[in-house]
């Protein structure tokens, strides 16, 4: 929605918001647990279907964290801990683990939740099914993966060729749910009904409507949750409905006016305004690389690092969270997210210095031009930056990035473009030296994958395997079998690509935001930052 | 003799209509494809993901999506002759099923709205030839100027505002009770409302200018009955010329007005499946559009000749000398 249209409906909202703040503020004495009730959650989005892997995306994964399982929970720290796989043995060179699964546990037709349905997931995750659509689990360990295969019933044991530390926590990925085998084998054109989609959830579907909503009621026989959650039995909350709409300002007045008790995404502007009036804004925090830029060191310009270094010290970081964002943004130390256990403080490389930048472009031989931009050889020093269509505030950032750059001589042409065309013109495009991330994950590992064009490497920062360097750390990190070492390794990591520059972080990325009922409460988030209702309740 | 050039009439009519929907099938279908992306790409492409080009190709290969748009459109087409509306590319799920699935919904509100652009049109118009020229007839000749100026969605969003989240008339998230689809059918038929109005009011003003007007009121009739019988009736055809372009105005506004209130129907459907460039679900409903849109003028143009006996006469004149 743009902003006048935004704006407008705060004015129409104006005195729905007055009416509703002269009753009175509700006391918070009661916080007993309490057994029934309905929660209504408005989101925007609800389109991407009910099939497998990669077909989950942000708004179905909400839907089924509260109707499917997964092997593990993994916290906001990436501590990982038992759910259907009560605990596991992982062999010492971190090749092959053994899952020892819950007993009892069984998907809501009735059939058992046991070591051959979990193998046939876990093939499912690893290889995905070409033959009918079906691509992989982007996050899963596929490079390395090898077999899973069923010991006994409640026992399974998985192999990879090499190690493969970020197995565990990859189990927690909100993506990673456990279906019954019979909805893994659907036939294509059934892949997206969700009436056919089993999990072995808290919750089990009551009724839905494609791209519009859904609505669940609690699994009478449920008593298999995460040990993460101090709730045994069925969920207290009796119905769940989950709900389209596509206007941020309607949702927002419509919790509000009580009409819904959580809200997904709406804009940070409105924060202020909902807390006034009692709600619960809720910003959980979320493993994985904050919002920030990798560089594409064969852009033209970008393989001069003192180029690369004057970007960065000419954002500055402070002014973003002040014009874009609220007090629930924290300010960058690395390209990590700070709740990243291997996250390092290296704050002092991001710092904000104008001037640093000018004598770096200096040094580098671009000086000012007649308009204020640095030319060298004839060449201006200007870009395209495209804002990312993944991120809704990208714009707005993108937007104080661009003033910030053009006060040191840096010419920046911001382009705003929709998902196909954002993917047409900048991806393999080495004339974009910046290209925005926006990426969660359950174990830092991934932060290894990016560095070169190894097995299974992205090289996000296009020197393939030139850099000995990077190779070095890339190698480190995959042969890893322990994570003291590893974290040692990805502290370096973040070192070395800050001072090269190689990455120019912007903000803590918080994806999901949820603004909510104060009398909801026992909600338990994942690492990835999605709510799991098993344990929640509502007060009276 | 003469039904037979009506049946003339009909089957070039049906013929015109065929080649209408073709036409919009094919231009749709050639539009989308001239855009960068498709849903499978983007999906596979999520910056979460991390696939590589290799990866992504064999899934792309399974939709069929790498083949030259000319062999996609006679696949697509093909199949579409033969009632087969394929698979959303989206959400896995038959075509036929999500449109069907919406359709009610989006037929309750179309038809509701036209309800209400009738009501509010006619009584408009009565009140512009019957009351108080200077405070009643000023005024509401005014009101379809300011409503047609108002944008749907800004209807939309003060409606819900005021009589959902206020006063609690009806819940956003039930959009389909009675309540909350009138609101939703206010927002649609206003503007559609005001553009049968004008053309009503100013029709009827010319018929009381006329002097059959001036001697059947000088025979004393009621102004009820002056209305009904003497204004209304001549007025009345280009008005099914406007009810017969306002479905097109109902269908396009049905977007807007869905997505606001909340309605799962065509509109929205055809917002999202427009958004992810999904296009197994576009062309279906553009076919859907041109269908109803085709039948509903050819209605419109059976029921003139009804309404005005000149148009009856020249049809018949004309079937006589062929």
């Known amino acids: 929605m743009n902003t006048e249209r935004r704006k ?58 509260q109707i499917a399982d997964k092997l593990v929970h993994v916290d906001a720290r990436g501590h990982a801990t038992g759910w259907i796989a009560e605990r596991w043995d992982e062999n010492p060179t971190q090749t092959e683990f053994v899952l020892h699964l819950k007993r009892g546990v069984t998907f809501s037709d009735g059939t058992p939740l046991d070591a051959a349905a979990v193998a046939a997931n876990i093939e499912l995750w690893a290889k995905g099914d070409p033959s009918r659509g079906v691509g992989r689990l982007g996050l899963f360990p596929s490079s390395t993966y090898t077999a899973a295969e069923a010991i006994d019933a409640h026992t399974l044991r998985v192999r990879f060729s090499a190690p493969t530390l970020g197995f565990i926590p990859t189990l927690g990925y909100h993506k990673a749910v456990l279906r019954a085998v019979s909805s893994l084998n659907l036939r294509p054109n059934e892949l997206g009904n969700l009436t056919k989609q089993l999990g072995s959830g808290p919750f089990t579907v009551r009724s839905w409507q494609e791209g519009d909503n859904v609505v669940l009621v609690r699994r009478p026989d449920y008593n298999w949750g995460p040990s993460a959650i101090e709730h045994t039995g069925p969920a207290s909350l009796e119905r769940i409905t989950f709900k389209v709409v596509r206007d941020a300002s309607i949702r927002g007045s419509a919790l509000q006016a009580g009409q819904a008790d959580v809200v997904l995404n709406v804009a940070p502007q409105e924060f202020a305004t909902l807390r006034g009036r009692g709600l619960k804004v809720v910003a959980p925090e979320s493993l994985g690389f904050v919002s920030g830029f990798v560089v594409n060191t064969r852009a033209p310009h970008f393989s001069d690092v003192k180029v690369r270094q004057a970007v960065q010290h000419a954002i500055n970081r402070q002014e973003i969270l002040d014009t874009v964002f609220t007090s629930d943004w924290k300010p960058v130390t690395t390209f990590l997210q700070s709740n990243v256990p291997e996250a ?9 210095d104008p001037a640093k930048s000018r004598r770096l472009l200096e ?17 201006r020093l200007r870009f395209n930056l495209f804002a990312s269509p993944w991120v809704s505030t990208s714009r707005q950032v993108d937007e104080v990035i661009a003033q910030q750059l053009r006060q040191v001589g840096i010419s920046v042409n911001l382009q705003v473009v929709d998902i196909s065309t954002y993917n047409a013109r900048v991806r393999g495009n080495d004339n974009v030296p910046l290209i925005e991330i926006s990426r969660s994950f359950l174990d830092a590992g991934v932060v290894g994958n990016i560095l070169t064009s190894g097995p299974g490497g992205e090289d996000l920062f296009r020197y393939e395997q030139s850099n000995d360097e990077l190779n070095r750390y890339a190698a480190e990190i995959a042969n890893a079998v322990d994570r003291e070492p590893r974290a040692e390794t990805l502290r370096a990591v973040q070192r070395h690509v800050l001072e090269q520059a190689l990455f120019i972080p912007t903000s803590q990325l918080l994806q999901r935001i949820y603004v909510q009922s104060p009398k909801l409460r026992g909600e338990v988030y994942s690492g990835a930052a999605y709510p799991l209702y098993y344990g929640s309740w509502l007060e009276r | 003799m003469k039904a037979r050039s009506y049946l003339g009439f009909l089957l070039r009519r049906l013929v015109q209509a065929l080649v209408v929907v073709v036409l919009s099938y094919t231009a749709t279908f050639l539009i989308i494809n001239v855009l960068p992306g498709d849903p499978i790409t983007n999906m596979l492409l999520d910056p979460d993901n991390g696939f590589s080009q290799a990866e992504i190709a ?27 509306l394929g698979i959303s590319l989206r959400s896995n799920l038959p075509v036929a099923g999500l449109v069907l699935e919406a359709l009610p919904s989006t037929l309750v509100l179309a038809s509701s709205a036209l309800t209400v652009a009738l009501l509010v049109a006619f009584a408009l118009a009565y009140g512009s030839q019957n009351l108080p020229p200077r405070w009643g007839q000023g005024i509401l000749r005014s009101i379809p100027a300011v409503s047609l100026a108002v944008p749907t969605f800004i209807i939309g969003i003060f409606l819900i505002q005021l009589f959902a989240f206020q006063l609690g008339l009806f819940r956003i998230t039930s959009p389909d009770s009675a309540a909350a689809t009138f609101f939703a059918a206010l927002a649609l038929g206003l503007p559609v409302s005001a553009q049968i109005a004008e053309v009503l009011i100013t029709n009827l003003d010319h018929e009381a200018r006329q002097d059959y007007f001036a001697v059947a009121r000088s025979r004393g009739l009621s102004r009820g009955a002056l209305f009904r019988r003497h204004q209304l009736k001549s007025s009345s055809l280009p008005v099914v010329t406007m009810i ?51 039948a509903v003028n050819l209605l419109a143009d059976l029921v003139y000749p009804l309404l005005d006996p000149r148009l009856r006469r020249r049809r018949g004149t004309a079937g006589d000398a062929a």
Not at chain 1, 345 to 351: F, I, T, Y
Not at chain 1, 363 to 379: F, L
Not at chain 2, 58 to 83: C, H, K
């Open chain 2, 244 to 294: 017969a372009l306002a479905v097109g105005e109902l269908l396009g506004g049905s977007l807007i007005t869905e997505a606001i209130f909340g309605r799962k129907g065509i509109g929205s459907l055809v917002q999202s499946a427009a958004a992810a460039q999904d296009f197994p679900v576009l062309l279906a409903v553009v076919a859907l559009a041109a269908v109803v849109f085709v």
């Open chain 1, 8 to 65: 407008l409906a705060q004015l129409l909202g104006i005195g729905a918001t007055t009416l509703a703040s002269s009753l009175p503020a509700h006391g918070r004495a009661q916080t007993a647990r309490r057994d029934g009730g309905e929660v209504t959650f408005l989101l925007s989005s609800l389109e991407s279907g009910w099939g497998l892997n990669e077909r989950v995306d942000t708004y179905t994964g909400i839907v089924w964290g």
């Open chain 1, 344 to 352: 390092a403080d290296l704050g002092a490389l991001l710092a904000h």
């Open chain 2, 58 to 84: 064999p899934i792309i290969a399974y939709y069929g999506l790498d083949r030259p748009v000319p062999e996609q459109l006679w696949n697509s087409f093909s199949r579409f002759v033969t009632g087969d």
């Open chain 1, 363 to 379: 040094e580098a031989g671009w000086r000012p031009g007649p308009d204020g931009i640095r030319v060298k050889d004839g060449q």
